[in-house]
């Protein structure tokens, strides 16, 4: 492994389980080298299920969904426009809950909204034009970018892929 | 007995015409007092069967690609109008169709859910306009009606009525269907009589489970055989109006099955492929034209090819649906036949009251109420939306609400533009009319192709029974019918066109019709799209209609509207406006756009009740009947008794998964769900069970601030003491449900929280004494007043759209 990285991160949220599987099963097919991949849904009574191919565990560090769901993956501009005349969509980019916690489980439960389902994926940057086009279903998305060694090229991409996410959800 | 004066209703009793002296001696009984008004001699059963939110290419019998055999069966046994036409509007066309009167002089410039200031927007029907159903039963006429109504308003669905607005009111002794304008077919809150009877206990049978459109039939075919039992000769009106195909599209998979990749080839060539098939049965002529498609619809071949498969099947629903209300009207008839007074029957059979729904948006939805409540989903999350609740193989079943995408609708409307709420264009206001009465229709299976119109149905009826429209009823003098008889065309395909001049309107799009010609004026407003900026266009002040684009064209040679003359005959164009003007003056069409008023400032007085009190045994409060908790905060309190041992069940819940909310105990705990339209579903559950003995919950809402759709916090109480929390990010800004009820201490129908689905209703096994919804805990008066005029715009955008 090199030393220094430039490493991406795409986020996704999806409105269904089925989506969210659909999206990591393709990244997984792609053909391009994964530095991780977790998918986590939360099905309509609250149970979270999770399926995850997240070397950087192996590699000691926190966990790419450990850190990816810390804070708000999963805000979609739903309510952008209105039918009836009033600012509705005002609130509907706000970032949820942030629920600081090691546990993946905690924070995806935490931010994940019921019957809803989040992606993260890290990969080289060489391998984007792989990887990016399979993920199809996102109903949001963004992508981060960083440098450096690696689990800080990790962390600084999840970072400005959040950020991101955040933003657009804020613009919705 | 000599025929009665039926110039007046009800028809007065005969002088006693015997002899009575002080003892039977020499007394004579006059036996004709003891009887009941007959109907004139020959009067002939009627049958008035309406299909709801089709189009003129929809159904077989006119070249759609659904299978229609009982409705070709009719027709080829009688007569099939090729001319006809409706409002562009549910409640419109079905006021229009009961009171032979334009919809706008008797109220019904919108629907029924929408009642505003304006004499033609009222939504009820002025006592000298009376409906046919009561001027046949005052003339010996049994009657009654089943499925969908829609014609009354929203707010006085409930036990206090008034009652003269409900079907009864109308002059139906009996009623067995819905009130609003769509219902759910599996889990529907159905209304009989007078009263609100709720889901049907059928629906919790998973063996056999109930379906509206099975029942609808069966509710007839046994009211026939309990009249026949008690009266073997007295005739009878019956409506049968079916929810089929207004949304939710609700079917069983196996009637959509057979639908399985007809429609992969989408709609544009759909519309190639009726049109060909309606040239080839001659329902049009052998010169039209088939329309284009307009911008607003996407091409199918620009539709995603992912995509695909999710927009067919939201056809293939639609279909199977459609089909099954032709099978289910088809028992109705076979029970007729059966009885053998099918000869004797007039059958008038109407295939869409408004051209098919574009209310699904360009997307289709998994939930027909995301568009009224204003959310704007791309077909990608309304198809990962209905993957969440089964997938699109479950579209149609009780998990879903689906409506299918506008470009569909257009198909439907094949060969015109356009569709429902468009009153300027025929893909709104044309639509198939079979007529079947053997005893007098001969020219089996004929086309007729008579300018007739929906107020012509009662002229015509009354006509054929031999009963005059009475010139007074209730002591009131009545206004005459607006439509006229085509009886003779029945029997008489050279019976000269009576029906020459009619205005159309509906939501600003009008149009006026003369001896053939007809002038379109369409606003620019695309008819499912009401945002802010679609609407403020249309301000007072702003908009001048007669500043609207106009389209003209002459009929008798342009069956499709495909050639626009307005250029080339502008006196034409000036007349036909002038006249649009006059005739919308006289049949209370102004102020144009009343249904807009709301957006506008013109909104009714604020309601003084703010706190809303529910014993332990309410239950099918309708959905416009609910407290007001829109858009600010509310608290929901109740006081119970919960039993040694514990207490588990629902305290109170409004409609279901898809939108609502459910206060409930589970496992002892105080448990909150909030279903935002079935996009986001929020809960918060306590950590600790309800202690026993007499308990106080309560759920508060604390709004972000006063505004539609606001996020805010949940806090749950017991005794007043907080036992958990958690956050709302949206909330439902107009509507949960186009039909489903709110019930205390249950939750019937389709529930709120699937975690409980398998215990539903899930009632409670405590003791309810009362819930209490305050609505108003913190909110100025200012608050009050802009949350008032936002649930008006909500009333409006769902009264635009129902």
């Known amino acids: 492994m090199k030393l220094h990285d430039t490493i991406d991160v795409l986020i996704g949220g999806y409105l269904s389980k089925e989506a969210a599987e659909e999206d990591y099963n393709a990244v997984l097919d792609c053909g391009a080298h994964l530095y991780g991949a977790v998918v986590v849904s939360k099905a309509l009574d609250g149970e979270l299920s999770v399926e995850q191919t997240d070397h950087m565990v192996r590699e000691g560090a926190e966990g790419l969904g450990a850190i990816g769901f810390a804070v708000g993956l999963f805000a979609p501009p739903l309510l952008a426009a209105t039918a009836v005349g009033a600012a509705m969509g005002a609130g509907a980019g706000k970032l949820l809950h942030h629920k600081a916690s090691q546990k993946l489980g905690e924070q995806a439960g935490a931010t994940i909204p019921l019957g809803g389902a989040g992606l993260i994926v890290a990969y080289s940057h060489a391998d984007a034009p792989t990887v990016e086009p399979v993920v199809t279903r996102a109903v949001q998305r963004s992508v981060g970018e960083a440098e450096g060694s690696h689990v800080q090229a990790l962390k600084g991409a999840i970072a400005d892929a959040q950020q991101k996410m955040a933003e657009t959800a804020s613009a919705g | ?802």
């Open chain 2, 1 to 802: 007995m000599s025929q009665p004066d039926r110039s007046k209703l009800p028809i007065r009793r005969q002088p006693f015409r015997g002899v009575a002296n002080r003892t039977l001696d020499g007394s004579r009984p006059d036996w004709d007092a003891l009887g009941h008004t007959d109907a004139p001699d020959g009067a002939p059963n009627v049958l008035v069967v309406l299909i709801d939110d089709a189009g003129f290419g929809n159904a077989g019998t006119f070249g759609g690609p659904i299978e229609t055999p009982n409705y070709t069966k009719i027709a080829e046994g009688g007569v099939r109008y090729n001319r006809f036409h409706v409002t562009a509007l549910c409640s419109p066309t079905r006021a229009a169709l009961l009171t032979g009167r334009n919809s706008h002089a008797v109220g019904f410039g919108s629907v029924g859910e929408f009642s505003t200031g304006f004499a033609g927007y009222t939504a009820f029907v002025p006592d000298d306009c009376v409906p046919v159903p009561r001027i046949l039963r005052d003339n010996g006429y049994s009657t009654a009606a089943f499925g969908k109504w829609h014609l009354t308003p929203d707010g006085q669905q409930g036990p206090a009525g008034p009652f003269d607005r409900w079907p009864v009111g109308w002059g139906f002794e009996y009623f067995y269907g819905f009130l609003g304008g769509g219902a759910s077919q599996w889990d529907p809150c159905l209304a009989e009589n007078q009263k609100i009877i709720g889901t049907p206990e059928a629906f919790y049978d998973r063996e056999d489970p109930y379906y509206l459109p099975d029942a609808m039939a069966d509710k007839t075919i046994e009211w026939l055989h309990a009249l026949r039992a008690a009266d073997a000769k007295k005739p009878f009106f019956a409506y049968f109006s079916t929810g089929c195909s207004h949304a939710p599209h609700h079917v069983s998979a196996e009637w959509a099955a057979k639908y399985k990749g007809k429609f992969d080839q989408g709609w544009d060539k759909l519309r190639e492929e009726t049109f060909a098939r309606q040239q080839a049965l001659g329902v049009i002529p052998a010169d039209a034209e088939l329309t284009p498609r307009d911008d607003a619809f996407a091409a199918w071949d620009d539709v995603p090819e992912k995509l695909k498969t999710y927009y067919a099947r939201q056809m293939e629903v639609y279909a199977g649906f459609s089909e099954n209300a032709d099978h289910n009207v088809g028992r109705v008839i076979d029970a007729i036949d059966e009885l053998g007074e099918l000869d004797n029957t007039l059958v008038l059979w109407i295939w869409g009251d408004n051209g098919a729904s574009m209310e699904g948006t360009i997307t289709g939805s998994f939930n027909e109420l995301t568009m009224q409540n204003g959310i704007p989903l791309t077909d990608e999350m309304q198809l990962q939306l209905a993957e969440r609740y089964g997938g699109i193989e479950a579209w149609g079943n009780e998990m879903m609400d689906p409506h299918y995408s506008a470009a569909w609708a257009w198909a439907g409307n094949t060969p015109f533009k356009w569709g429902k709420q468009v009153g300027s264009h025929l893909g709104g206001t044309r639509n198939p009319l079979v007529v079947h009465w053997p005893e007098r229709i001969t020219e089996n299976g004929a086309l007729r192709t008579h300018f007739t119109h929906v107020i012509d149905v009662a002229p015509t009826i009354l006509d054929v029974a031999g009963i005059p429209m009475p010139t007074h009823i209730d002591g009131i003098e009545q206004q005459p019918m607006h439509g006229v008889t085509f009886a003779d065309s029945l029997t008489d395909a050279d019976a000269p066109e009576r029906h020459t001049q009619q205005y159309f309107e509906t939501i600003g799009n009008r149009s006026m019709y003369k001896d053939g010609w007809w002038l379109s004026m369409k606003t620019a407003r695309i008819p499912w799209v009401l945002t802010p900026e679609a609407i403020k266009p249309y301000a007072p002040g702003v908009w001048d209609p007669d500043d609207d684009p106009t389209e003209l064209y002459y009929l008798p040679d342009d069956f499709t509207q495909a050639k626009d003359l307005a250029a080339a005959h502008p006196e034409k164009v000036k007349e036909l406006k002038e006249l649009f003007w006059a005739e919308a003056e006289k049949y209370n069409v102004l102020p144009l756009l009343a249904p807009l008023a709301a957006f506008f400032g013109m909104v009714p007085p604020l309601p003084d009740v703010a706190k809303y009190e529910f014993r332990g045994d309410v239950e099918n409060v309708l959905s416009g009947m609910i407290p007001r908790i829109y858009n600010h905060s509310y608290t929901i309190s109740a006081e119970l008794v919960i039993p040694p041992g514990g207490a588990e069940g629902v305290i109170v819940a409004e409609a279901d998964h898809l939108g609502g909310f459910s206060l409930f105990v589970d496992n002892g705990k105080l448990t909150h769900t909030y279903s935002m339209m079935g996009v986001f579903v929020f809960r918060q559950q306590a950590e600790e069970p309800l202690p026993e003995g007499e308990v106080t919950v309560r759920m508060e809402f604390a709004a972000d601030a006063a505004k539609p759709a606001t996020g805010g916090e949940v806090t749950l109480f017991v005794n007043d003491r907080p036992v958990a929390d958690g956050r709302m990010d949206h909330t439902v800004p107009i509507r949960f449900s186009g039909y489903a009820g709110m019930d205390i201490g249950r939750d019937n129908g389709g529930v709120v929280d699937l975690s409980y689905a398998d215990r539903k209703p899930f009632t409670f096994t405590g003791t309810i004494k009362k819930v209490i919804f305050d609505v108003n805990p913190h909110a100025s008066a200012d608050e009050e007043h802009e949350l008032h005029t936002a649930a008006h715009h909500g009333h409006a955008a769902h009264a635009l759209s129902a």
